[in-house]
């Protein structure tokens, strides 16, 4: 199904964090020792550059609209779950301290998170609504993204704390 202009924001940056995914598996697949800390530190980035702001935009915007879906409750609930989970190896990579099955587990596990709501979440959605709701949904999805967009144009970086941020 053709991606809903409202929800390509995400999907962009869906595919920045695929993109480290690939390269970061290949890496650690090529190598029987990969040097840890430079990855650790682009996992980071991303995190602060980008993902953080993504997450908050879901679980304020989309995970609840997607609630309101009997049939998506599950769906939402596990995604949020997976939320948690990956803001431990945010916080981790940050720390520095993950090793490379941990980082092997963090590429499954983002990965897997990633695809699930592009081809199950937003899918379902797109099939739900209806174009007045979609572009509500657009809508406040823009303003929660705005942060992002904000630390993109000016460089800035927040800092990643462990409570995982916004």
């Not at 924001?9 to 695929?18: G, T």
């Not at 999805?141 to 705005?146: M, Q």
Request: with cysteine; aromatic share 6%; glycine share 6%.
């Amino acid at each position: 199904m053709l991606r809903d202009p409202i929800l390509i924001p995400l999907s962009h940056q869906h595919q920045h964090a695929l993109a480290l995914c690939v390269r970061l598996d290949r890496a650690l697949r090529q190598a029987s020792t990969v040097d840890l800390d430079p990855w650790q530190l682009e996992v980071h980035q991303l995190y602060a550059d980008e993902v953080q702001f993504h997450f908050a935009a879901e679980e304020k915007v989309l995970f609840p609209a997607a609630r309101r879906f009997s049939e998506l409750v599950a769906l939402v609930k596990e995604l949020s779950g997976e939320h948690e989970r990956l803001r431990e190896y945010f916080v981790h990579a940050g720390q520095g301290t993950m090793d490379q099955a941990e980082l092997g587990t963090f590429v499954k596990l983002f990965s897997g998170h990633i695809r699930k709501e592009e081809r199950q979440l937003f899918e379902a959605i797109q099939k739900r609504m209806r174009p007045e709701e979609l572009k509500s949904l657009g809508n406040d999805l823009a303003r929660a993204l705005e942060d992002a967009v904000q630390v993109c144009r000016l460089g800035a970086r927040p800092p990643l704390t462990e409570g995982g941020g916004s």
